[in-house]
């Protein structure tokens, strides 16, 4: 059974450009959710969704970014015109069930904003 | 509002001993808490998970402990190794989320 797949594991982009992220969890797991790290700082959650629903986007920014996560592939996490500050480590872990689950981790997308 | 804490920031040990990282909630009403290992560049390694009904979790040298109603657990980590070194990673599942708060992490490195 594989883990959760992130791809690219490392993304450059220009300032003003777009970011897609992509994240297959494991497989049999329907909840997904989607972490932040800044440099230096500690991981922050960002949105939670499961099949074609959005559950609990409270952790992110209200404009630019957006989450899904459809009946069919993986889960994307996009990123409209970034900026300098949008570069960080994006995380995506996934589980069976939500609540007392254990959260498993994905090895992570670095973008870097030039 | 949930704030996880961690303590040390960074620990530096020789080979062998045995070490206790602290990590502090400020609201008990968890469902659970989970340690984490991150590797630097890569992503995070679940160690365990304690419900909040349970006192510890145990996996070969590594020990868990919750006291829920004091707001800390710690890990403890025998006979320390030089591939130990890490940053590890405490977080809580508040009640009514399905999020996890992370703490900032103890970074440490174990020397031969």
């Known amino acids: 059974n594989a883990g959760v797949m992130q791809n690219p594991r490392h993304l450059v982009r220009r300032r003003g450009q777009e970011a897609r992220l992509r994240c297959s969890p494991m497989?049999?797991?329907?909840?997904v959710y989607w972490y932040r790290q800044l440099p230096e700082e500690g991981l922050k959650f960002m949105v939670y969704?499961?099949?074609?629903?959005?559950?609990?986007e409270s952790g992110m920014p209200k404009e630019r970014f957006s989450a899904e996560f459809p009946k069919e592939g993986p889960s994307i996490l996009r990123i409209q015109q970034v900026v300098r500050g949008d570069s960080a480590a994006y995380f995506c872990?996934?589980?069976?069930?939500?609540?007392?689950?254990?959260?498993?981790f994905g090895p992570g997308t670095r973008l870097t904003v030039l | 509002k949930q704030e996880v804490t961690q303590i040390p920031a960074a620990l530096s040990v020789p080979e062998g001993e045995n070490l206790v990282l602290n990590c502090s909630f400020t609201?008990?009403?968890?469902?659970?808490l989970q340690w984490f290992r991150q590797d630097p560049g890569k992503g995070l390694t679940s160690l365990l998970l304690?419900?909040?009904?349970?006192r510890e979790q145990t996996s070969g040298r590594l020990n868990a402990s919750l006291d829920k109603s004091s707001g800390r657990s710690t890990l403890y980590i025998a006979a320390s190794q030089p591939g130990d070194s890490a940053t590890y990673l405490c977080?809580?599942?508040?009640?009514?989320?399905?999020?996890?708060?992370f703490g900032t992490g103890t970074r440490l490195q174990v020397f031969p």
């Open positions: 872990a996934s589980s069976p069930l939500s609540s007392t689950d254990t959260q498993y």
């Open positions: 497989k049999g797991h329907s909840h």
């Open positions: 969704l499961q099949k074609e629903n959005i559950i609990d």
């Open positions: 609201d008990s009403a968890i469902y659970n």
């Open positions: 304690i419900q909040s009904s349970q």
């Open positions: 977080a809580v599942r508040p009640y009514n989320t399905d999020k996890l708060i």
